[in-house]
């Protein structure tokens, strides 16, 4: 893991709230020159702590009103089942992000589609063909009270 300084935690809490900024812009707030800034970024990027730089969207002005949780229990509990399952999970759109829980449940996704008839169809054409899956429980999202990208540096 890289060792993060005040420059480097200072380029990603900059870049966290807009990744549209210029090298140049970001040297200005950080109050140093043009090329140690522009290494810096390079070597976050290097080293993966940037990932990748993306545009927000969103979802609702997409038509996207629809968010659910859907717990997802495994049949039998063996790698082949498991990867069987996350290779399927990794090709459907509608899956915003899959995370392999402990508890009751297996896997917890988070499914963002356009409405109640579309989550069905997702749920029974796409999820429920999986012969992989023991049981679903899904859990709908009323309202959005918090929701950030940005994480603490």
Wanted: glycine letters at 6%; one cysteine or more; hydrophobic letters at 40%.
């Amino acid at each position: 893991m890289l060792k993060l300084d005040t420059t480097d935690r200072g380029i990603l809490r900059y870049l966290q709230q807009n990744a549209l900024l210029t090298t140049k812009e970001l040297a200005l707030q950080l109050n140093l020159s043009y090329t140690p800034v522009y290494e810096r970024v390079r070597k976050l990027e290097r080293e993966g702590i940037i990932k990748k730089y993306v545009a927000l969207v969103n979802r609702e002005g997409i038509g996207k009103n629809l968010v659910a949780f859907c717990n997802v229990s495994l049949k039998e509990h063996s790698r082949a089942n498991g990867e069987k399952f996350v290779s399927a999970v990794m090709t459907f759109e509608e899956v915003m992000e899959c995370y392999n829980i402990s508890g009751e449940y297996d896997f917890m996704l988070k499914v963002v589609v356009n409405d109640m008839p579309e989550y069905q169809r997702f749920l029974m054409e796409k999820l429920g063909a999986l012969d992989s899956i023991g049981n679903t429980h899904s859990i709908f999202v009323m309202s959005e009270i918090k929701h950030e990208t940005a994480l603490k540096v």
